[in-house]
Structures are given as C-alpha cells and as structure tokens.
C-alpha cells in the first residue's frame, strides 16, 4: 500500500533523510520510529505531497507521490505535527470544510461529517468553536479531519503528543479501531506507542533506516532472552553466587538496578528464586522480567548504536 | 472553480464571523461618508455664489467636482485599507499551520490563490457597493452624467483588484501580518507616487515612470474615460501579483 525506496530529503547541505526504503501492507499500522529531528516529518511530509523528495521515489496505492499528486492527495487522511485548526470555526463547520476540499460531492458531506464525528468521539462538541475545546478533542478534530473522505491510507504526524495519559489510551484506542479498513503510519519518539498500537515499525535515526519489520520478526531478530532482573536488599554479590546453582539458571550478571538473571527457555525458576533470596536472608525487594529485546534495540539505535 | 469558490467561503466566513469585515465596512463609510458631505457641501456653497454669473455658472459640474476628487480619495483610503483586509490571507495560515492541510488536499495551488482573492474582491465590492447610495441620492436631488460615475467604481474595483494582489503576494512571503501588510502598503504607495518622479524625467523614462504608476491609469477613469490601456495596466497588475504568489509558494516548497 505504501512503497518507499531510497527515498533522499536534503534541505541544503544537511539530509534530512537519507536512502529510506520501507513498505507497508494494506490494512496495517505501522509506527514510524525515532528520536526527535531523525527525518520522521520530513518522510511523512514527502508521502503526503507537502515536500518534494531529492531523490528516491514513493508511492501510495500504487500512485506515484510525484508524478501523480492528485490522485494521492485523494486517497490520504494527513494529521500533521502542529495541529490545522481553523480555530474560529465550530468542529462542524471545519469537517465541512475538509471535506469539500478532499472532493467529497456536496450531498454526501453530511453524511461523511457525521461519521467521521461519531468515530472520533465528537458528539459532545460538535457545535463549539475550535478555540474553546480541550487540546484532547483539539487531537481528536485533528484525527477526525484526517478521515473524513474514508482515506484508504492514513498518515498520522505524533498523534498523541501533548496529551495527558488518559487521552493518549483514548486516542491509541481510536487509532487501533480504524485497522483493517485503513493503512495507517504513525510517526512516534515513544516505544511504547508502538508495541501497543502497531503492527510493525520502521526505525530511523538521522534520517536513516535503523531497521524495520513487523514486531514478531524484529523481535525475532534480536532474540528475546528469558529473565528478570532480580534486586535484593543486601549482599548482592554473595546473592548472585547463591542463585547460580538454581536449576535451570544459565547466566547471572550484576547491572546497574539489580542482578540480570537468564534461564532456559521454558523454565520458570522465579519461585525458587524468591525462596532462595529469603531463606539464605538476601532479602527481595523486586523481580520484574526482562525488557522486550526491541526496546533494547531501540536504546542502542538512538544512543549511537549502528544500522541494521 | 468549485475548489475556488470553497476557499473563498471559507475566507468571506472569516471575514464576517470575526470583526474584520464590518470595522472595515464601518470606518470606510464613514470617511467616505465624511468627504462627501464637505465636497457636497462646498459646491452648494459655490453654486449658490455662482447663481449670478451664467459663464462660471455653467462650468459647475457635479461629476468633476464631487464624483472626482471624492473617487481619489475612495482610492486613497482603499491604498490604506486593503493591505489590511489582504495581510492575514496568507500569513494567517502559515502561522497557524494549516497551509500544510490545504497544500495536502487535491486542490492545486492557484486554487487556493484564486479563492482567496474572489474573497477579497467580494468584499472590496461590498465596501464600493454600500458608497452607492451616495449616488442614489445624488441622483434623487441633481443630474450627475452616469457615465463617470459608472467608469469611476469601474476604476476602483480594478485598481482595488491590483492591491489586493499585490496584498496577497506580501502575505504569502511572511507568516507575520505586520510584516505583510507594511510591505504591501510601502510598495503600493511607490506604485502611486511613481509618477512624481516623470515630471524630472525624459524621454523613454517618462513614459515608462508614468504608465506604471498606479494613479495615472486612475485619472482617465474618473473622467468617464474608458480606455483599454488603463483597464489592461490593472488586470495585468493583479494577474502579476497573483502570479508571484503562486511562484513564491511554489518554490518554497520546491527548494
């Protein structure tokens, strides 16, 4: 549905995205990943038709971005970055307007309106001004603008930054009820946007490609040790000595929070371990299980780590 | 055109929901309002002094006497008042980051240009429009020729016309109003008193200096004179302007 290849963005002497091959399956979320400046609203700008590419092509739905503008103008919902509000209108007045510049025919706007009001959870303020709602219904126009005219592919720019934890469920709820019938990209610095909201992710930094996949093969890819980090009151070391001889253990380190402690796939030894830290007197005071090996993934990315 | 007339809506609904449109509308009529009673008011006195003598009697003349100089005053205060209602067309949309929804929708560039300055025409003729029962009474109380006075607003609308484009070219470089309606003011006024600088130049200067000042095509109108050249000079004025626009936004966004 989306195709990007070697797809180059320079403003001047800096590149802003640099060769990005991606593409994503009708029907999927995907989350664009990366820290802030990593190219993400540039490769969403250029997929939108906003910017031109210096180099590469893209296309979405099988049209080309550039040679065929129009034709993917029509078939997109965009939700940029800094939020389009008309903020003298009411939500009514701007879907109205949204949708009569994404072409809908004037007898069906209504209709479109009313639909994209009832996904979005609008009812409530459908006839206020802009400027008088809360930035989370400020969010949710923006999402609602985004689909109006039934967009097969929607292209979401950090839809749920700047908002409090309860909105930003609400809005990962609203995004993950519109899979299936739409393709949808969402950019995002937050890890756990993604593996709570997508299917897969494409993870940039500086403009390149880090690595992308959906979430089982990335996983898959790093390989998911079986573990917990294990953190005892006292006498950490002598712990670590102790726990070693635990049937199944395989490998025990001591890290900065606590001791990282590796079993065999399909043993479970967290009881005996627990049993273990208070008989011989070490104390617990927590045993959380490993990190998602993405997420690891991801730290080394963003920290400097190298492309995949 | 139904891309253009979208736009333009939306524009007239922001025009007429916030105060702009009627404080414009307002202040206009008034100065209008105020220069025509004294212009009004002066020939009365002087057709009253002149009753007596038939030679200077005669030579009164309410188009050239009202109509005229109240018709360079209208285009004064339209030189100072449309770079206002034009300052925020593109400006406003940069600053708050909706130029990214329209330039995203399947509706091309000079669309949206053109809807914009439909919008602004439609109320450059709302203000021109309401000056009209000046006229109307004018014609209940004396005997102004029409001709002039329909060459006049003609003149007006076209050079209106030509400031908002150039209006629009200004606020389409800066997402600062400020900014955009004191380039669109400065660069209008040079177009007006460019012609002061003929009167020391010769030649192939002097010709040029005055045809494209802005207030020489003027005159002509006033006077019931309706000659293509004026009327091309101001189409091609406002085309340019709308031309630039689209460049500039072009560009942009092609660097």
Redesign the interface.
């Known amino acids: 549905m989306i195709a990007v290849e070697r797809l180059t963005k320079k403003y001047g002497e800096l590149t802003a995205v640099k060769d990005l091959s991606f593409t994503v399956e009708q029907g999927k979320i995907w989350g664009l990943l990366g820290p802030n400046a990593a190219g993400k609203t540039t490769t969403m700008?250029i997929l939108?038709?906003?910017?031109?590419a210096t180099d590469g092509k893209a296309s979405v739905g099988g049209f080309d971005v550039f040679e065929q503008p129009?034709e993917v103008?029509?078939i997109?919902g965009?939700l940029?970055e800094?939020?389009?509000?008309?903020?003298?209108?009411t939500v009514t007045?701007y879907l109205r307007?949204?949708a009569?510049?994404?072409?809908i025919p004037a007898p069906k706007r209504k209709e479109a309106v009313a639909k994209a009001v009832k996904i979005s959870g609008l009812e409530s303020v459908k006839g206020r001004l802009i400027k008088n709602i809360s930035r989370g219904f400020k969010q949710r126009v923006g999402i609602a603008?985004a689909l109006v005219h039934d967009p097969k592919v929607i292209i979401l720019d950090e839809p749920t930054i700047g908002l409090d934890p309860a909105q930003i469920i609400e809005i990962r709820s609203l995004i993950k009820s519109l899979r299936g019938e739409h393709t949808i990209i969402l950019s995002t610095h937050i890890l756990a946007e993604v593996t709570q909201t997508c299917d897969g992710v494409v993870i940039v930094n500086e403009g390149r490609l880090m690595a992308s996949g959906s979430l089982e093969e990335l996983t898959a890819s790093v390989g998911q040790a079986e573990g917990a980090i294990v953190r005892v009151r006292r006498d950490t070391m002598a712990a670590a000595e102790v726990l070693r001889s635990i049937a199944g253990v395989e490998n025990i380190r001591p890290e900065e929070d606590g001791l990282r402690v590796e079993w065999k796939s399909g043993i479970d030894p967290r009881d005996e371990i627990a049993r273990c830290c208070l008989d011989r007197g070490f104390g617990l005071l927590e045993m959380r299980p490993l990190s998602l090996s993405i997420e690891d993934l991801y730290l080394k990315i963003v920290s400097g780590g190298t492309e995949q | 055109m139904k891309?253009v007339w979208?736009?333009a809506k939306?524009e007239l609904?922001?025009y007429f929901?916030?105060p702009i449109a009627y404080v414009i509308f307002t202040v206009f009529l008034i100065l209008v309002g105020f220069f025509f009673f004294s212009l009004i008011n002066w020939f009365n006195s002087m057709s009253l002094q002149m009753a007596q003598n038939p030679t200077y009697y005669s030579q009164l003349n309410i188009n050239q006497q009202v109509f005229g100089p109240l018709f360079h005053n209208m285009s004064i205060i339209l030189l100072l008042m449309l770079p206002l209602l034009t300052m925020r067309l593109f400006s406003e949309e940069k600053k708050?980051?909706?130029?990214?929804?329209?330039?995203?929708?399947?509706?091309s560039v000079a669309q949206i240009i053109l809807g914009k300055f439909v919008a602004s025409l439609i109320v450059l003729l709302g203000m021109l429009g309401l000056t009209a029962i000046l006229v109307v009474f004018t014609f209940l109380f004396g005997n102004p020729e029409i001709r002039p006075l329909l060459t006049g607003y003609l003149g007006l609308f076209l050079m209106g016309a030509a400031f908002i484009a150039l209006g629009i070219f200004f606020s389409s470089l800066t997402e600062n109003q400020i900014v955009s309606a004191i380039l669109t003011f400065g660069s209008l006024l040079l177009f007006w008193i460019i012609n002061w600088a003929s009167a020391s130049a010769a030649g192939i200067w002097k010709e040029v200096l005055n045809y494209v000042s802005i207030l020489q095509h003027f005159d002509n109108l006033t006077q019931g004179i309706l000659d293509t050249t004026d009327i091309v000079y101001y189409l091609s004025f406002a085309f340019f302007g709308l031309f630039l626009t689209h460049s500039v936004i072009q560009s942009r966004?092609?660097r």
């Open positions: 700008r939108t038709g906003f910017l031109p129009n103008k029509k997109l965009y940029p800094i939020l389009p509000l008309y903020p003298d209108m007045e307007f949204i009569a510049i994404k072409q603008q | 891309n979208t736009i939306k609904r922001a929901t916030s708050i980051g909706t130029e990214e929804l329209l330039y995203t929708s399947p509706i966004r092609w």
